[in-house]
């Protein structure tokens, strides 16, 4: 299992437009793409920051995770996410290891990457994210 870098940090957001007034507008981040990412019932902005992306998360369904999330705890921090070599193979480290994963097998998330989440009771509250490139 290796961990080769933060590929991003995601916020969620329940207005992309004004959530660009600060990461776009006031520091500077240019947004290469907006994706619909169906499997999440969310839409994404990216916006890469030296290596890494600040990604803006909006529901597109009142009844999605992240819409959930934004209902109970309002906009912010949603997860980080890292780049793994082997998410097969890293997931099934850490279920060894007694991590609780949200996602025991890997399903497919924007830009056609293979994603899993581990649950934050296993990170000490932080949602993670772990992908490889498909």
């Known amino acids: 299992m290796t961990v080769k870098r933060i590929d991003h940090v995601a916020i969620v957001v329940d207005n992309?437009?004004?959530?660009?007034?600060?990461w776009r507008d006031a520091l500077g981040l240019d947004m290469t793409h907006l994706e619909e990412v169906k499997e999440q019932e969310s839409i994404v902005a990216f916006l890469p920051a030296?290596?890494?992306?600040?990604?803006?998360v909006k529901p597109t369904t009142e009844t999605s995770g992240v819409a959930k999330y934004l209902?109970?705890?309002g906009p912010g921090m949603h997860h980080i996410c890292f780049e793994v070599d082997d998410i097969e193979?890293?997931?099934a480290q850490m279920k060894?290891?007694?991590v609780k994963l949200i996602n025991e097998t890997?399903?497919?998330?924007?830009g056609g990457k293979k994603i899993a989440f581990v649950h934050p009771s296993s990170t000490n509250g932080v949602l993670v994210e772990l992908y490889q490139n498909a």
């Open 96 to 98: 060894a290891r007694g």
């Open 71 to 73: 209902a109970k705890r």
């Open 106 to 110: 890997p399903t497919i998330g924007a």
């Open 16 to 22: 992309i437009d004004n959530a660009l007034s600060f």
């Open 89 to 91: 193979e890293t997931l």
């Open 50 to 56: 030296a290596g890494s992306e600040v990604e803006l």
